[in-house]
């Protein structure tokens, strides 16, 4: 488990609105995509790009949930591993490409048995990702106790996934 220090959240805009940030990012990708994998795929880059935007987005998490354990899959985890490095903020990183079925490759016990975990993720959908991280940390005696995402794609809101920018909000 990777760790996070409080350094690291010091210089971040995390009581700022981080809402119009997400819209400008995705109104610049929405200039040159109409949507489909194209248009994902630079959201993300811009998501991932952003220093501030993303300690920010866990500065907002760690207030709101008081929590200071991340799990997090793929790039966006590899992302924030880099990021961070001290021992304040723990991060769990799984693999990714959960969405397609990805078995998580390590058995690992109840080695978290009564921690409380929040899952973060660059976009969600159908809830593919969040569903094999929920059941792999049951697994392992954690609990997600909350959900959060830069960018919510999905219809409904089925698994109370927080976050700073619902597409459906903004296009009906």
Known sequence: MQSISKNNMRGCDCVVNLEPR??????KCLETHVGGEAYFNELDAAIKSDENLLKSFINRIVIETKCR???MSGEI???YSKLYSHDDIHLLLLPGDLRHD????YNIGRIYEGMEFVFVDDSYY????LNAVKKYMESTGA???ANYVF???SRENKDNVRSIYRYYDHHK
Request: proline fraction near 4%.
């Open 22 to 27: 997400m819209i400008q990012k995705v109104q």
């Open 69 to 71: 354990n991340f799990v």
């Open 77 to 79: 985890g590899v992302v």
């Open 102 to 105: 990805k078995e998580i490759p």
């Open 126 to 129: 159908s809830g593919k990702t």
């Open 143 to 145: 609990k997600i106790i």
């Open 151 to 153: 960018y919510d794609g």
